[in-house]
């Protein structure tokens, strides 16, 4: 991929600017380079800042911070002039794009005997690449199935539960359509989640793209059939914003059901005016493939002080710091045994949320996807709605997009 390709000769620039390594035994200064413009946030990453010189006092951590959106775009630039972070923030749907800036940590893992195993291992995955690891995660979040309960009760349907079948599934969106509301809210680029959920392959064996395989197509069918067979979901138009659109609707109380993250559950629980519930995504045949995203901290290729940068991400993906931001609410901890204190916080007040996402996430795996997913996410936002009127079969977008895809 020519992105890849650009990434690593960035990579490669930024090591040979820099100047020569600083001993990691002396008082030294790194920089964190991290996403954020909410002074909330950046007051909590300043205290995990602080936190790494407590724990190591010849360490300062001088963090920087960028909105989210401009921190994709000004990576490689600041790669290309020597001036990327010792400490970098990545996204774990943005590791195949940016892996090359990143050095790997799998001997200084195996080095120092760290328990990897302490992490959400689906998150683990995330912050890899073709199995070598590249950050350590500080937080994991599957998709789940955000529902209105209220409507549920109306509708005097059982409540979902841990294990939820794709026919029961179908059957409550059904039962809660009708009146000018809809049962569940369809986003188009949400596809491979939910094939995720129901065990489908949209991924060879060989890391590419396969959405003409016959599981790919099967849920694909079963998917855009929501809107153009059952029925259950709006008609989401091409150009729109689909996540916002539904999002709303669900918050209005029009949509019953919808696909969300745990880094929404505070917001929405927040701001919706019913009582609200939380629920595994609906499985297929077999057991749920609960799909996780979630951040970490890598150490860049060009830094001269990655000893010390090893050392500050041990402590900010610590069981101390992620204790810390898991009390805050700010998110649910990629370590197993901390994720409690976030559930004690999120989950209050939301009905089964503790329950699915114990549950989803004793199913999580990793969301398999390709360097260009998000020219792949596109695709999907075009053409999916135009297969929802009808003027294409499901087979024909499918291969469509695959088409497409592959030429770029």
Known sequence: MKTTAMLAAAALLGAALAGPAVAQDQPVTITWQ????????????QHLADMVSEAHPEITVQLQTTPWNDYWTKLPVLAASGQLGDIVA????????????????????????????????????????????????????????????????????????PGWTLDEFKQAAVALTGDGGFGFGVVPNGYSIFAAALGADYINEEGQLDLTSTSA?????????????????????PGASPGDIIAG?????????????????ISKRDTVQFEMGLAPLPRGEGDLKAVTAGSGFGISTSSQNKDAAWKAIQVITGPEALKYLAEAGRA??????????????????????????????????TYEITSNWNAVENL??????????????????????QSLAQSQ
Do not use: C
């Open 249 to 265: 609707r669900f918050e209005s109380g029009n949509i019953a059901m919808m696909v969300d993250g745990p880094w929404s559950l």
């Open 332 to 365: 649910l901890p990629a370590r197993k045994a901390e994720q409690t204190y976030w559930f004690d916080v999120a989950a209050a007040g939301v009905e089964g949320a503790r329950e699915a996402l114990e549950y989803s996430l004793s199913h999580s795996a």
């Open 90 to 161: 990545m996204q774990s749907l943005r590791m195949p794009n940016f892996y090359s800036l990143l050095e790997p940590l799998d001997e200084r893992i195996s080095a120092d005997g760290f328990d990897i195993d302490a992490f959400d291992a689906s998150i683990i995955g995330g912050m890899s690449n073709d199995g070598v690891v590249y950050g350590l995660p500080y937080d994991v979040g599957p998709w789940m199935m955000f529902y209105n309960k209220d409507k549920f009760e109306e509708a005097g349907l059982a409540l979902p539960q």
């Open 217 to 237: 197509l099967a849920a694909a069918d079963e998917f855009l059939g929501l809107v153009t067979r059952e029925k259950v979901a709006p008609l989401v138009a």
């Open 380 to 401: 999907f936002t075009q053409y999916y709605p135009l297969a929802m009127t009808g003027s294409q079969s499901p087979e024909q977008t499918m291969q469509t997009i």
């Open 34 to 45: 991290m996403w954020g413009s909410d002074q909330n946030d950046i007051a909590a990453w």
